[in-house]
């Protein structure tokens, strides 16, 4: 992992039909030929009680998931409540 970094509020703008939605962390790994290149997209709202999520919130996750899923296949989205359950959730210890 080259970087995690923070994405500030309205730095990465995906509209919705609910409002824009900006993902919270970006992940930049190394990929084929050695090449810096965006891995993950992290949202860190789970780390919220569900319950605690507005409607209008949980559909902007979905949203920016099925945004990554269509436009770029090789990027993935991860819901994580922190950098040690991302970490967990990639298979990194």
Request: hydrophobic share 35%; net charge positive; charged share 35%.
């Amino acid at each position: 992992m080259l970087l995690y970094t923070k994405i500030r509020k309205g730095g990465f703008v995906i509209d919705t039909p609910y409002g824009e939605y900006s993902p919270d962390w970006a992940v930049i790994r190394k990929g084929e030929n050695n090449k810096a290149r965006l891995f993950f997209i992290v949202e860190t709202k789970i780390d919220k009680i569900e319950r605690d999520l507005s409607e209008v919130e949980k559909t902007k996750i979905k949203c920016g998931k099925l945004h990554f899923k269509a436009v770029a296949q090789d990027v993935q989205f991860k819901q994580a409540k922190n950098y040690d359950d991302f970490l967990q959730k990639i298979g990194v210890s």
